[in-house]
């Protein structure tokens, strides 16, 4: 059976010259990077070139990116490692315990470390989200306080796939901080740290650190056609951080543990492909495939509900609510065609709660339950778009027809 993947934001097929350049490093120069024999010195120089080439996408410093062994462990470095780092600097400068802000549809990740801080007294706020899933800066402004410390917003929402303003948002930040240091009545004058969650964005967005103005960035390898294991930490110069793990002394002692040669060196060749195959090139076809999905969705299926408001969007998202359908129906159905969808964050799959960004949203409960997660990707083409198109009404109308939750 023809296998059509649409859900790239779970995770995307590993690209043939990213799977080449790590072959190497899984045969002959399979040493630890760690050792200063040849083998562990040829294993380093791979690392070394895959650090410069995440450094140049990032504008960044080599010494600045700390390799990790995904996002989920980056958000845990940046969130936690800042506070606790902050924590053990405490001194007159600080007004209290700390503040630390975040939105109401991050990914578990980051919503998980800031619960965690949370329970062991750090103030926490939570910003709301308008109908479209964009936040709106005025908030975050206003939740600030003297003394918050940190806040962290994902770049790309992982189900819907909003854009959130993040140079905006940093911009705003610089010059908070800049008239903290100017103001010397202020009963604080701690910095605030800016994270940003930057997993989905990668593949599409601008992720220069300068202009973002981001202290912290994370992402993954396996969302950008590289291999799944790996990710990366940006860590501005200056920015407190102490490790989550012990052990040896790699990445400037951010993050013992053997280093992943084979995935670092994938991670860094997926992240030159993104500059070689030029992104708005992809970005643009895949647009175009995403909207054709949508408008053949809404012209052959009545009663669904977009929830990735398209100016907003990146171009690969199409989440849609199919009334008086369940999503995990939907979802079956297609890949008993050989169609690959999601009812959402793949992440909380098992989770048979409704998802807390579609809550989020404004969306009710009896309709997050109804939605399906079309990711689109590089590889997508026009007759897979077409098979969904054919095959989907069908599976709508036929569930439709013997569920008690649709009386149309």
Do not use: W
Request: net charge positive; charged share 20%.
């Amino acid at each position: 059976m023809q296998n059509i993947y649409l859900d790239h934001s779970a995770t995307t097929p590993i690209d043939k010259k990213v799977l080449d350049a790590m072959m190497p490093y899984l045969q002959n120069k399979f040493g630890n990077p760690s050792s200063i024999h040849q083998l562990g010195r040829d294993a380093m120089d791979g690392v070394d070139i895959a650090r410069a080439q995440v450094a140049t996408f990032l504008n960044s410093k080599p010494d600045e990116v700390v390799f990790t062994s995904g996002a989920t462990e980056a958000n845990n470095l940046a969130i936690k490692g800042l506070v606790k780092a902050l924590l053990r600097q405490q001194d007159d400068k600080y007004c209290g315990s700390f503040h630390i802000i975040t939105s109401t549809i991050e990914h578990h990740a980051v919503l998980e470390s800031y619960k965690e801080l949370g329970e062991e007294g750090i103030e926490v706020t939570y910003i709301p989200v308008q109908q479209n899933g964009v936040i709106d800066c005025k908030k975050i402004k206003n939740a600030i306080r003297d003394n918050t410390i940190l806040i962290s917003i994902m770049y790309v929402n992982n189900e819907v796939g909003t854009i959130q303003p993040i140079g905006e948002i940093g911009r705003m930040i610089k010059k908070i901080n800049k008239e903290k240091t100017k103001n010397k009545n202020a009963k604080s004058s701690s910095k605030i740290y800016f994270h940003t969650d930057a997993t989905q964005a990668v593949n599409f967005l601008n992720c220069n650190t300068q202009k973002l103005g981001v202290d912290l960035l994370s992402f993954s390898g396996h969302k950008i056609y590289g291999p799944k294991g790996v990710g990366v930490l940006f860590v501005k110069k200056g920015a407190p951080l102490v490790s989550m793990q012990k052990g040896g002394h790699q990445e400037n002692n951010l993050r013992s543990g053997t280093l992943n040669v084979p995935g670092i060196v994938g991670l860094g060749q997926a992240i030159a492909l993104l500059k070689e195959n030029l992104a708005a090139k992809n970005n643009n076809k895949i647009a175009k495939l995403r909207d054709m999905l949508i408008t053949g969705i809404q012209n052959n299926i009545p009663d669904c509900v977009i929830n990735s408001d398209l100016p907003t969007v990146a171009p690969s998202h199409a989440h849609i609510c199919f009334l008086g359908v369940e999503g995990e129906t939907i979802l079956l159905s297609l890949d008993a065609y050989g169609i690959a969808v999601s009812t959402g964050s793949a992440c909380s799959s098992k989770d048979l709660r409704a998802s807390h960004v579609l809550l989020a949203m404004g969306i009710s409960p009896e309709t997050a339950h109804s939605s399906i997660r079309f990711s689109l990707g590089k590889n997508n083409t026009v007759e897979e778009i077409q098979k969904v198109l054919k095959v989907l009404p069908p599976i709508i109308q036929k569930f439709r027809k013997i569920s008690p939750l649709y009386n149309k």
